[in-house]
């Protein structure tokens, strides 16, 4: 059983369940902004938007994680994320993101405007990949200053 200064924590996708641990603090990109949840947080549920979570993990690192889109259900010392999709941020080939998100940012530049369903495809796709490469730079600032 999680301890006060614990918050039961696990991130789950449709292929897995990433994180499943007690942590000390997360701090989610919402649809109304970003929240940091605390133990004893206020219980809400609340969209995921796309970008860089990140967890204090019971020893004091942080884990930097790209989400894009989804839920976040808190209760009282317990914090579960659906996400559409989530990689750690140190398992991310910062290269290949930043490919994609060119890609995806070129295939919006020649879609034609008519193609609703097309455009907002491509435009989840470029938020993935942009939070990809936001938490792939954060997380290598974070390791630059420890070290």
Excluded: C, Y
Excluded at 68 to 90: M, P, T, Y
């Amino acid at each position: 059983m999680a301890s006060k200064k614990e918050i039961k924590f696990e991130i789950v996708t449709p292929e897995k369940t990433l994180m499943k641990e007690p942590v000390l603090q997360v701090t989610v990109p919402t649809e109304s902004g970003e929240i940091t949840v605390l133990p004893e947080h206020a219980p809400l549920v609340s969209i995921l938007k796309p970008g860089v979570l990140e967890v204090v993990k019971t020893d004091n690192t942080l884990e930097v994680i790209a989400v894009a889109g989804g839920f976040v259900e808190v209760l009282l010392n317990k914090i579960v994320i659906l996400a559409d999709s989530a990689d750690r941020a140190s398992e991310i080939d910062e290269e290949e993101a930043e490919k994609a998100r060119k890609r995806a940012e070129e295939s919006l530049k020649n879609l034609r405007s008519e193609d609703r369903e097309r455009f907002a495809e491509i435009t989840a796709q470029l938020e993935r990949e942009l939070a990809k490469s936001r938490s792939v730079k954060r997380w290598r600032n974070l390791n630059r200053h420890i070290k």
